[in-house]
Structure formats: C-alpha cells, structure tokens
C-alpha cells in the first residue's frame, strides 16, 4: 500500500517556477487518494489558462510514479476559487516580505541617489561630476551604477578593472582619484550591449552591489539609478537607507513634465529631495561668452519653486564634458557651476 504522506513529499519536489514555490507549499494539492498501489490526484492551478498547466501536471506525474510500488498515476487539474487564490498572494507576499526591508547603514555616512525621469539627460554624467567634485574635497566616495540597463560610470571613469573577491566580499576597483566604482559593466565586461533586465533582477543586483560589496568607510556613496519610475527604481527607493535624491533632468523632458513622476515617487516613500539639477539648459559662446538659453527661461528653477525644493543649479552643453565623459577622463573636466552644485548637495544634508 502506498502511503499518502510520501505522494505528497513526492510532489514537493515540483516547482512553480512562477510563484516561486513548490506546488505543495502553494496548496495545489487539493486531494489525494490512493486505492491500493494506484493513485488518484486533484491539483488546482492559479488560472485555468495557466501556461506551465501540462508542465507541472507532467512533472507531478513522474514525481509521483518514481515513489517505489505505486501503479496507476492518475491527475487531474481543476483551479483555485478567489478563496484559495486569495490565500496564495498572501503567502507570496510574506515570503518577500523580507526583499523589501531597509538595508542596514553600513559605514557610510551618506547614501545619495541621483534620480531622472528617462535615459540620456546626463544622470551618469552629473553622477560622476558630483562624485569628482566631492572627492576632489577629500571625502570619501564610492558610485554604484544602478543603472543596470545602461550602466555607463565605469567608461566615464575610463575603469575596466573587474572587482575581485575577498574573504567573500567584492572589492570595487577604484576610478584615478580613488573612487570606488561598483557597475553591471564591470561584471559583464560588455560596454556597448545594454543589458535586457527584469525588474525582480534589477532589485537583487542593486541589493548585491550594496550588501556584498566592501565599500569600507566612505563619506559619500552616490547610487546612479535606472531612469523612469518602475518597479526596479520602486524597490531600490525601498530597499537602500537613502539619504535623499538628486533628481537631474533636462528642458526636453522638464517640457513634458516626465521628471514629475520620478519626484512624485521620492515624495511617496519618504525619501527627501536635495534639489533638482538642470543639465544642458543652455550654451556659452565659444566667440564672445555670450550665455544663450536655447529652450527659453529656466524651467528647472521654476519647478523647484513649486515643489518646495532647491534648484541645485544648471550646467550648460558643454563639448569639452562630452568628450571627458566619452574618453574616460571625467576626473580631469572641471567647471566652477559643477562644483557649486555639489557645495549645495553638502550643504542640504
Ligand atoms: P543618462 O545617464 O541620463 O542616460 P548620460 O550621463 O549617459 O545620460 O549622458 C548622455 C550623453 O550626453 C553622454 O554622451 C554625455 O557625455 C552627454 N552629456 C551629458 N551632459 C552633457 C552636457 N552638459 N554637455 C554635453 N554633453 C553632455
């Protein structure tokens, strides 16, 4: 006589890949009966259109038919009622629970993420500019390029060094001036191919390179997230014991009011804006000097003033920045209005 308490230990070795759990742990099993050496199972499945249905039922078959004596294998699947299903998010969300609790301080003093409501307004550049300019003060300083999706810190900084690993813990190599630099780019060692991520990925590479990464001591650690508002850039809002959030954005997108989101976002959990930065707002003549705002008046400034936070400065089009930026050597561009915006930063917190 087979014995039920071994079809159901049988059937714990069948994942949902899915929920992330085994189809035991999600209460599928909703009966087992056995009638001699043959075996009668009822698993309900989350939707009766569930892509992995036949996946798991064959899966359970065989897991079930290797258990030594049994005969006939029968199974058949039905779904879970809003009751069951209910029960089953529930359970999904005190697993995770725990994937979305603060991580711990560690010995920085603060922990500063540079914010932006979409790609290419210059978020890695100013990142990297303010990460020069503080380090330039003597303080300590270390980037994570969150960026996973386009990370683009290690080029500015012209590093290429992979970090290695120490009594289990990952040692960032260091920019020229001592910055410690943790990127996706340096793990991969693909520069050019933008890495396809989903958000749950995201959220535990950004987890990595905060907990497993031998930051040391440092004064500053600045987190160079993904643009836009989705749930990775939601997760590592929640997830990292921030300080605040420089949002930096551009008069495209200031235009079209798509930076609103990303502050709104801070706003919502709690996490303080520093200010806001406006980068390529407006060009200095090569000729006469002559400063020319090409999208019209400051819209930077004017946003600040209505969500009750400092404008932290504009930075014009600079060629002599791209080319830094582009040839690895951001550590040797330097401009005054860079580093008046980073005073503010130091000031502010
Ligand atoms: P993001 O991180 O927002 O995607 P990047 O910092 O990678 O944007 O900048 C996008 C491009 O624009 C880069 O080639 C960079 O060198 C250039 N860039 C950024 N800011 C400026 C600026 N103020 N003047 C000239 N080029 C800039």
Redesign the pocket.
């Given at each position: 006589m087979v014995d039920k308490d071994d079809v159901l230990e049988a059937l714990k070795s069948v994942v949902d890949p899915e929920l992330g759990m085994d189809i035991v742990a999600a209460n599928m099993i909703r009966d087992i009966k056995v009638e001699g050496n043959d075996v009668k199972i009822v698993m309900a499945l989350t939707s009766d259109s569930c892509p992995l249905a036949s996946r798991l039922k064959e899966e359970a078959e065989v897991a079930v038919k290797s258990i030594e004596g049994v005969g006939k294998v029968e199974l058949e699947l039905t779904t879970m009622n809003e009751e069951e299903l209910k029960a089953l998010s529930a359970k999904i969300k005190a697993r995770s629970a725990h994937l979305l609790e603060k991580l711990p301080k560690k010995d920085i003093k603060k922990i500063i993420a540079i914010v932006?409501g979409k790609?290419?307004?210059?978020?890695?550049?100013v990142t990297a500019l303010i990460a020069t300019t503080l380090s330039k003060r003597g303080m300590r300083v270390g980037i994570l390029d969150a960026?996973i999706t386009?990370p683009?810190i290690p080029k500015i900084f012209g590093v290429n060094t992979p970090p290695f690993v120490l009594e289990g813990k990952i040692v960032p190599p260091t920019s020229k001036n001592g910055i410690k630099l943790i990127s996706m780019n340096l793990i991969t060692g693909q520069q050019e191919a933008p890495v396809i991520w989903r958000g749950p990925l995201v959220s535990s590479a950004i987890r990595q390179f905060y907990i497993d990464v031998d930051w040391g001591e440092l004064d500053y650690l600045l987190v160079d997230l993904p643009?836009g508002t989705s749930d990775a850039q939601l997760t590592v809002m929640q997830i990292l014991p921030l300080d605040g959030v420089v949002v930096v954005t551009s008069p495209q997108e200031l235009a079209n009011l798509i930076v609103s989101k990303a502050i709104n976002m801070s706003t919502m959990l709690g996490v303080p804006i520093i200010g806001i930065v406006e980068?390529?707002s407006y060009v200095i003549c090569p000729k006469c000097g002559e400063r020319i705002n090409l999208f019209g008046e400051q819209r930077g400034r004017m946003l600040a003033e209505k969500i009750n936070t400092k404008f932290l400065g504009s930075?014009?089009?600079?060629?002599d920045?791209?080319a830094a930026?582009?040839s690895g050597s951001i550590e040797d561009y330097s401009n005054a209005t860079v580093q008046a915006i980073a005073e503010r930063i130091v000031e502010s917190l």
């Open positions: 932006s790609g290419g307004v210059g978020k890695s550049s960026d386009g683009s643009p980068n390529m930075i014009p089009i600079d060629p920045l791209s930026c582009d």
